[in-house]
């Protein structure tokens, strides 16, 4: 089993910045990918970044250039960690935005609001 537990979510102005933390507990060593995706009132869950137990990293087009995924695989804590760094926030950004983690089979976040006024 895997635990993940995410934060950084709030309210932000558009063009600032959010910085949303997802830390993976449990049988971790079996983690492969770790990302997250997001779902917007009224739309289906969609990708917005993954990245690879080796540092590989997949953007959904809409955040590419503002978005930075980034992960912790220190082996010597229990803990994986995965960040987003979000820069130059839009509205179309507000949404939930909930941790992924695929390892023998896939586990969620309970999800992060993250909200952009105009």
């Known amino acids: 089993q895997v635990q993940l537990v995410e934060s950084g979510g709030g309210l932000v102005q558009a063009g600032g910045s959010l910085r949303l933390s997802c830390a993976a507990s449990?049988?971790?060593?079996?983690?492969?990918?770790m990302g997250w995706y997001r779902q917007a009132p009224g739309k289906q869950r969609e990708l917005v970044a993954v990245?690879?137990?080796?540092?590989?990293?997949?953007?959904?087009?809409s955040v590419k250039g503002r978005f930075t995924i980034s992960r912790d695989n220190a082996k010597n804590t229990a803990k994986n960690t995965v960040y987003l760094q979000m820069n130059s926030l839009k509205p179309d950004d507000t949404a939930v935005y909930y941790c992924?983690?695929?390892?023998?089979?896939?586990?969620w976040g309970k999800g992060t609001l993250v909200t952009v006024s105009s």
């Open positions: 992924y983690a695929e390892a023998t089979v896939d586990y």
């Open positions: 449990g049988s971790i060593f079996n983690i492969n990918l």
């Open positions: 990245i690879s137990s080796g540092g590989s990293t997949n953007y959904a087009d």
